[in-house]
């Protein structure tokens, strides 16, 4: 599993409050990712970081901030939630030295 | 922007027979390909990739084939069994960097006993 966990697993919110999902790695690795899981869609890309305080967006960034103040640590914010939110996601690692991207467990959140 | 179409998207085989999954993308300058396989309620695991200098790959009873040529790209499942039902997805590198992946929108593979 490459080492990563991602809290909570499971959570219900209401529109208008902020919510955080953290992904926890302990191999080190500098690229984490953030997507969305929708039916239909596949997965979709939110925002990724390529070291400590370096980040960038994906495709569908719009709603989303992110953090990574330590190597071990990648946070995603969403600062109002909206029902448009509710969807599986999945953190995940790239490989140092590969193109190969391992997924954790993912959060199912559900924005009522 | 790289956009990656999976087909198709739904499969359904029995026991023992072979199993093809195709996509094509977009981006001329992709050079990786990884294909994932999701079981219900986990994460996408990663089960084979294939970079664009290689034309085939092969690991047991899955391959992967490549045609740059054509911009499309193939999973092959053979002597299929029932734990291999699954949704599969494939990906391809955006642009030449390989740090992001575009994913295609899934295939659901049952395979009847």
């Known amino acids: 599993d490459a080492g990563i966990t991602q809290s909570p697993r499971h959570k219900v919110t209401e529109t208008g409050t902020p919510v955080t999902l953290r992904c926890h790695q302990t191999?080190?690795?500098?690229?984490m990712y953030w997507y969305r899981q929708d039916p239909g869609h596949g997965l979709r890309l939110i925002h990724y970081?390529?070291?400590?305080?370096?980040?960038d967006k994906g495709e569908v960034s719009d709603g989303y901030s992110v953090s990574r103040s330590k190597t071990e640590d990648f946070l995603l914010t969403l600062e109002s939630a909206t029902s448009s939110q509710t969807s599986v996601y999945f953190c995940?690692?790239?490989?140092?030295?590969?193109?190969?991207?391992?997924f954790g467990p993912g959060t199912r959140l559900t924005v009522t | 922007g790289e956009n990656v179409e999976q087909h198709p998207s739904t499969l359904s085989v029995q026991e023992g027979d072979s199993a093809v999954i195709k996509c094509t993308y977009s981006?001329?300058?992709?050079?990786?390909f990884p294909w994932y396989k999701q079981e219900l309620g986990k994460g996408p695991q990663l089960i084979i990739d294939?970079?664009?200098?290689?034309g085939e790959k092969k690991d047991q009873r899955i391959a992967v084939t490549l045609n740059k040529t054509a911009k499309h790209f193939s999973l092959h499942i053979t002597e299929t069994q029932p734990e291999d039902s699954a949704v599969y997805f494939c990906?391809?590198?955006?642009?030449?960097?390989?740090?992001?992946?575009?994913f295609g929108k899934g295939t659901k593979l049952t395979v009847n006993p």
């Open positions: 995940a690692i790239r490989r140092g030295g590969t193109y190969e991207q391992y």
């Open positions: 191999e080190n690795h500098r690229y």
């Open positions: 970081s390529y070291g400590v305080k370096d980040t």
């Open positions: 981006d001329s300058a992709s050079n990786y």
């Open positions: 294939i970079r664009s200098n290689v």
């Open positions: 990906a391809a590198s955006i642009g030449g960097g390989s740090e992001k992946l575009v």
